[in-house]
């Protein structure tokens, strides 16, 4: 009798952390937020890593290893670590790097940051690292002749 009566507390329990573990829906103000977030990065981060970053630490050259031309590459790093910690610009080594506290890590080598981007590139990492992918630009296709690129067609049948 005791299994019976603890059965329905164990179905309301499991139910109830089901639900609870459910994905929020976001509401208007979260979409507002990331879509602040995307146009902050497209408008001054993007351009800012592209003059000054992806030269030498992009997909044609990776200088120390680092790639700075996606968020993954930017938490991943290089030789000497993550390049970011999300969320916390004071340990990130390319805060280091722009604001030129670490003699050996001074970074952009074609001229310095302006105080400003400086302080986009902190307030950026802060608030999450937003940096989406561009569609057609950043996705790479590994082989083109791989059998899943090719139209269907008939196979020839034997005799």
Do not use: Y
């Amino acid at each position: 009798m005791g299994c019976r009566m603890q059965r329905p507390a164990a179905v309301v329990l499991m139910f109830g952390i089901l639900v609870g573990v459910q994905p929020r829906m976001l509401d208007a103000a979260d979409r507002r937020e990331i879509a602040s977030r995307i146009r902050f990065f497209e408008s001054q981060i993007r351009p800012l890593l592209l003059a000054k970053c992806v030269g030498c630490h992009g997909s044609k050259k990776q200088a120390g290893g680092l790639r700075l031309d996606s968020r993954t590459n930017l938490i991943k790093g290089g030789e000497s670590g993550p390049a970011i910690v999300v969320g916390r610009p004071d340990a990130s080594r390319l805060m280091a790097a722009v604001r030129e506290s670490d003699p050996e890590l001074r970074m952009p080598r074609n001229g310095k940051l302006t105080a400003r981007q400086v302080e986009q590139l902190g307030r950026w990492i802060k608030s999450g690292a937003v940096f989406p992918v561009q569609a057609g630009r950043d996705r790479i296709l590994r082989d083109p002749n791989h059998w899943s690129f090719h139209s269907l067609r008939s196979p020839k049948l034997p005799g």
